[in-house]
């Protein structure tokens, strides 16, 4: 009866955490007492979160609370160790299965405290303490338990792997250093742990970032499935509206083109859903392998770190564009507007315009990432002939190759004058306006100033005197690369983004106008994209050049 008592008060008096008899105890704000080291350790794995944690009830308090020694539950302990409470260690301070044994120990073995890296041997907590109280223990490097503290010893020396030979990438002893490994790359372990921790570091940023990328993605897209299924409604509630006043002869009509607008709608949310459905599929694997590679960071055993550091699954590409990005359009709006013009000219009408009505449905397209091209044939397929527009060219500019080129000449050249016409920069645009997916190039001539400006600006842009406003790139209305001597810069409103990359006498422009992308290329046997602009056109496009004392510009044809 007294040793069942004796077992019923030690389970009483147990740290939740530690599981043995409380130490120094202290109790907190919900009642619950564990050893004073034990719950502020605890607490200290909380910190980043900033509130912290009852382990039992998991009450939450914040700020963290400042626990005092509770003296009456310390006392009572001591009265009940007198009593015989520590004749024997519980069953689980012994060590199981799974656990990691005190090698010190004989007979039925203690669960481990620590393992020492210097010893190779795990320690309960009684034979720990020569590790903390003898001067020459002190500086061994002690580990949460582990029981592959053997792997750590050097198969053919004996000795403790303390070296890295990165010629071989494995763990070597100092004596395979000047034997076997000898003249290899050889460093420390703990010098080869500090770079792959580094190398591990940059890997985790890589992924929260993409995680953090592919998470607004996925608030893009769910906003985007409301403001489809928000247009679609309205599409839907105005239709009916005009139909019922067409009477029976409408009615067929009414219920085609609503049926059209819900399949599309359908079609339409179940291929953004289905980004959705993959994008979360990406971010739970992105997040599992954060978790991964946090576990191996937070291995303090350098020798298990290299050990482990290996088996390391490579890094998948994303399976989507890097960011989603969607302006608002217009989808099913346009479907109300052309039933409106059907209202009134009845049969003969309604049988002519129905096959436009359902057309217009079936256009509604969510703007989801589109594949950009990567090879200079990839970027051939949407080639687009550009020519000048003499009305536009300043009157020392020179055209010629069927307008496709455009010098510079100290003579004014006899052109009339025109509203459309640059006065006061050497600039010219196109005749052609932009507006879907095309891609040009411009062949950069050797002149005095060795290069010149490469533009795309809307049709508004000013045109007379020198103001910013007429200049491309100085204004909201304009984007321009320029190409001077060996270096480039990027400017739009009159922001100055110095470019890198390697000179090239041709500039390739490529432009997605629904997309909002205009990127410019280095184009040799390879395509090195020199700027992307990501933004919302809200207007045609022109492509423009500006062109410098006694250089040449011409626009390239493509075949």
């Not at 049969?347 to 509604?364: G, N, P, W």
Request: hydrophobic share 30%; proline share 4%.
């Amino acid at each position: 009866m007294a040793q069942q008592e004796n077992q019923l008060d030690r389970e009483r008096f147990c740290c939740s955490i530690c599981r043995d008899l409380l130490r120094d105890p202290g109790t907190t704000v919900c009642g619950h007492s564990y050893c004073m080291s034990c719950i502020n350790t605890h607490w200290d794995k909380e910190e980043e979160r900033g509130s912290y944690s009852c382990p039992q009830c998991r009450q939450t308090f914040t700020p963290r609370p400042v626990l005092g020694k509770n003296t009456m539950l310390a006392d009572t302990l001591e009265e009940l160790k007198k009593t015989g409470l520590q004749v024997a260690p519980a069953d689980h301070c012994y060590a199981g299965s799974e656990d990691v044994a005190c090698d010190f120990c004989t007979g039925r073995k203690l669960k481990a405290l620590k393992s020492c890296l210097v010893c190779l041997v795990s320690y309960c907590e009684k034979h720990l303490q020569p590790h903390f109280q003898s001067p020459p223990f002190k500086k061994h490097k002690l580990v949460e338990p582990s029981e592959k503290l053997q792997e750590n010893i050097c198969s053919h020396h004996d000795e403790v792997m303390k070296m890295f030979c990165r010629t071989d990438q494995q763990c070597i002893c100092y004596l395979c250093s000047v034997d076997e490994h000898k003249d290899h790359d050889t460093v420390s372990a703990a010098a080869e742990r500090t770079e792959r921790q580094r190398e591990l570091g940059l890997r985790r940023q890589t992924i929260q970032q993409r995680v953090q990328d592919t998470e607004k993605d996925v608030k893009l897209l769910q906003q985007e499935v409301e403001a489809v299924n928000g247009s679609a409604d309205k599409a839907v509630k105005d239709s009916e509206k005009i139909f019922t006043e067409l009477i029976r002869l409408l009615e067929k009509r009414s219920s085609d083109v609503k049926q059209q607008i819900r399949s599309q709608q359908q079609t339409e949310v179940s291929r953004v859903r289905e980004l959705q459905e993959r994008l979360e599929q990406e971010i739970t694997e992105l997040k599992r392998k954060d978790h991964e590679l946090k576990q191996l960071s937070d291995t303090e055993d350098h020798t298990q770190f290299l050990h482990n550091y290996p088996s390391l699954s490579p890094l998948s590409e994303s399976t989507h564009s890097s960011s989603i990005r969607i302006r608002p359009l217009r989808y099913f709006e346009d479907v109300t507007a052309a039933v409106s013009q059907v209202r009134g000219r009845l049969q003969d009408i309604l049988s002519e315009t129905e096959t436009k009505i359902l057309q217009i449905v079936s256009q509604v397209d969510v703007l989801l990432p589109q594949p950009e091209p990567e090879t200079r044939a990839d970027f051939l397929k949407y080639s687009q002939e550009i020519t000048l527009d003499p009305n536009t060219a300043k009157k020392h500019l020179l055209l010629s190759e069927g307008n496709r080129k455009v010098t510079f000449i100290r003579e004014e050249q006899s052109y009339s004058d025109h509203p459309d016409r640059f006065t006061g920069w050497y600039q010219v645009l196109s005749r052609e306006s932009l507006t879907g997916r095309g891609y040009w190039e411009v062949e950069l001539g050797v002149g005095v100033r060795g290069g010149g400006g490469v533009a795309v600006t809307y049709k508004n842009i000013s045109r007379a005197g020198k103001s910013h406003e007429c200049s491309f790139g100085f204004n909201d209305k304009s984007w321009l690369l320029r190409c001077l001597g060996n270096s480039y810069n990027f400017f739009y409103n009159s922001i100055n983004t110095p470019v890198s990359g390697p000179r090239s006498s041709r500039v390739g422009v490529y432009l997605d106008h629904r997309a909002g992308v205009l990127s410019f290329y280095r184009v040799s046997d390879t395509m090195t994209l020199l700027h992307r602009v990501q933004t919302t056109f809200t207007q045609p496009l022109y492509a423009g050049v500006r062109v410098y004392f006694g250089d040449t510009v011409e626009f390239r044809k493509l075949k």
